[in-house]
């Protein structure tokens, strides 16, 4: 299978099969480079044509009915018609599109040992989440399905790019950590040196990721009231954090958690790192390819 996973800030394709081994890879960075440019090289780079499926997984929002992505990180492309695009360079390939949290979650479920059913959350410069209930992937009927960071949690918050207001990615993804923390003195440049600062004792810092912190545990045990999941497995760039965000996290949600079913609700960082969603793009394509 062909996995593709278009991120924010980087492409990646690779060559996976049902066993899960890796038998090509390509990955580049968008900035300041033609999205379409780009994606064909990773595309073409990972070896297309020795593939009998495909699937895309894409920062969102999408539509999956038909087949375009509007990623919040790439102004450039609004309705941009993903599928339609990648399609023409396989031609006759069985295509699937989900967003890249979604495949996240699968991919974990897949190949990182997570049984049962599961909430996927990337924590990076937006939130974004996908299910995994009783073993296959749910994206819903448009494909946005377990779109956690835009569960509001505050209906009288910032205003969030999404035109919507007090969204969980107001509160805790990286940009919005960041903000918040420079509003109060903190002067470093990104979520990183806000991570490393929060780590070394910065109050600031560490106030900034505890009520980041707080959003997302809001909008976990929400989902997981909804969904009855038991896992949440959590990735993304601020989710390199480590313990400077799951700590606080799991405090947030043992105060939190009422109900008898939600008090199982367990919290792992992602294991597949950065391949997840590549993997979650495999397991997609396996899937379509064998229903």
């Known amino acids: ?74 102004p450039a492309w609004r309705d941009f018609p993903l599928a339609a695009t990648v399609a023409q360079w396989l031609p006759a390939v069985p295509l699937s599109l989900a967003g ?39 994206l819903g009927p448009t494909g946005n399905a377990g779109h956690i960071g835009h569960i509001t949690v505050d209906p009288r918050g910032q205003a969030c790019p999404c035109g919507a207001v007090g969204c969980v990615e107001t509160f805790a993804s990286g940009p919005a950590m960041v903000r918040w923390a420079r509003g109060r003195g903190w002067s470093g440049p990104d979520a990183r040196a806000l991570a490393a600062a929060a780590g070394a004792g910065d109050p600031v810092a560490r106030e900034a990721f505890g009520r980041g912190a707080e959003a997302l545990a809001t909008g976990l045990l929400t989902t997981a009231a909804l969904c009855d999941v038991d896992r949440v497995v959590v990735g993304g760039g601020v989710a390199e954090a480590g313990d400077v965000l799951f700590d606080p996290l799991r405090r947030a949600l043992r105060a939190r958690r009422g109900m008898a079913f939600l008090r199982r609700l367990r919290v792992e960082p992602a294991a597949l790192g950065r391949d997840a969603g590549l993997f979650g793009a495999a397991a997609l394509a396996l899937q379509t390819s064998v229903d």
């Open 1 to 74: 299978m062909l996995a593709v996973d278009v991120g924010g800030t980087k492409f990646a394709a690779a060559v996976i099969d049902a066993d899960g081994e890796v038998h090509a890879r390509a990955e580049e960075p968008i900035a300041g480079a033609d999205p379409v440019a780009v994606l064909r090289r990773v595309v073409t780079a990972a070896g297309p044509r020795h593939v009998d499926a495909a699937a895309i997984g894409s920062a969102g929002p999408l539509d999956r009915r038909r087949g375009t992505v509007s990623p919040v990180n790439i």
């Open 100 to 138: 890249d949290a979604q495949c996240m979650a699968l991919g974990e479920w897949w190949r990182g040992g997570r049984p049962g059913s599961l909430l996927g959350v990337v924590v990076s410069t937006g939130i974004g989440g996908g299910l995994v209930l009783d073993g296959r992937p749910h």
